[in-house]
């Protein structure tokens, strides 16, 4: 079988196509298709919510004020519902249980291109659109450079990427161990939660945990510490270095436990 | 046979079924037992991730109460809020829109047992391991930090007001799952109903930190029920006679809901048709 390699064309084509199909039956409920979309944006408002009242009745965070953790909250909001609308990893194991992850892989693409575009749930695309508006208007309050913003867009694309591929391969770790991804949905949730808020609230060991074991913090807190020019270049670089060894290791670590797949039936 | 053994026999006769019902959910539940664990163990981790940002938040700000909350008191409401979160039953509306879509909900009337008390019955399950496993230890862990010594009123209202918030959340639930008679595919509804109750009742933050006009009309409502009130009960943030307020409240939002419900289903049971009508 002529294998297609997992590049940008034949993921987007894939993602494309597969989204093409899946929006068709979404919008089968019109109304509940209407009530996704509103819930995928509520998502955002949720932790504008939360913050606007932490930083009515207290001073907030040390070194960061309202719109900077505003910022940082939209920051993960943006990326959790870009995992969401990639893959969902409720899905991607429900797929593989009931074996019908199995008819994506008679097709001729890579393995990593099939799974980002083809388990995900594009509604979350809401929530991405409502997290650029917040992460926009907290930009429109705070002081930053043209160059920290570049700088910035560099570490969330790649902490983005590395991150995406790392959820996949838990997700497929889990259905491994558990058959089942209970615990990774769960785990989203706490890493959602603790990447809403700076990581040197959790002291040194646990923001270890979350930059370089459950790198949550390569998504959104280091690229919003460059935002507002707090990263030293050699830290940025040894970040860059870590986004890039979690991609690659995640993507291999992908490949291999799929070499060894079996879906419900054998 | 006396007559009350009779009634017996009468009784066991018509709860049995029902709890096989009960016993297939929990065999459902527990089928991947080790992921199931897993993931309730997720609310300790979230629990002990609210600590350090309010720890963090109150060092700044160099307070020792907020709005008359104390750091100590707010651990210990992060500890009850996700032991509390089992009145949080998610599962009626799902199962309701799973038999309306597979057409199961035909096979269910061909049983002699009431629908929605075997729609209930199978979600139970969860609630109750949900109990064992998390709400039990976590109240432990509450009291243990918090050093409140609770009266034996202050149980009896606790109970009372998680009874009354479960049973809220329950005809919520219902009167959600029925709208998949018309609708079919009600995952967004039951999605967004889910987030708003939580923020409505107190699950991301004391309601006491709201805006006062904000504050007071909630307690009009019957979110603060769920979470809030038997948390701050537990602690002492509200009066005894706030908490009895709030329970006559409680009732008489199940009144009203109640009441709703049973006329949308006797209207609504007569429209439905399984996939494949």
Redesign the interface.
Known sequence: MNMKANNLFYFMRLLLWSNFYQVRSFFT?R?????????SG??SL?AL??IT??Y???????GWDYFQILALSSTITIFMNLIYTLVNPWSLVQEMRHGNLDTWLMRPYGIVTILLSTFGSF?SLAGVISGVAIFIYALYHVSFSVMSLFAFLLLFSLGSVAMVLFIVMLSIL?YH???????T???L??LS??GS??LV???PI?AMVFTVALPIGIASYYPTETLFGRINPSLYLAIIFLEVVVTMVSYKAINVMMRHYTSGGG | MTGKSAGNVKLTSLVEPYLAVFSIGLKNTLA?K???V??LF?SF??AG??I??W?????????TS??GITLSTMYVYFFLLYAFRVVINFSVPEVMQEDIQNGSLAVAYTRPLKYPIQVFMSGLPDDALYAGIITIPLIIAALLLSHVLLTPLTIMLVISELLIGYTIVILIGFMIGMLAVK???????M??TW?VIL?LGGG??PLT???NAVYQILMLTPFPMLLYVPAATFLGMISTSVAIRSMFTGLFWIAVLLLVTIIAWRSVRKKITSAGG
């Open positions: 409920y109304l509940q298709s209407l009530i996704w979309f509103i819930y509520f998502t949720y919510i939360t009242i932490i009515n009745v207290s001073k907030g965070i040390a509604t889990s161990l558990f058959r089942s991804a209970n615990f949905s769960k785990l949730g706490v939660s603790a808020y700076p609230i959790y002291g646990l | 991947y080790t992921d199931f897993l993931s997720s981790f979230q991730l609210m350090f940002i720890t963090a938040i109150y060092d700044f700000t160099n307070t907020i709005l609708l079919t595919n009600i995952y967004g509804i999605n967004s987030s923020l991301v933050l930190l709201f805006p």
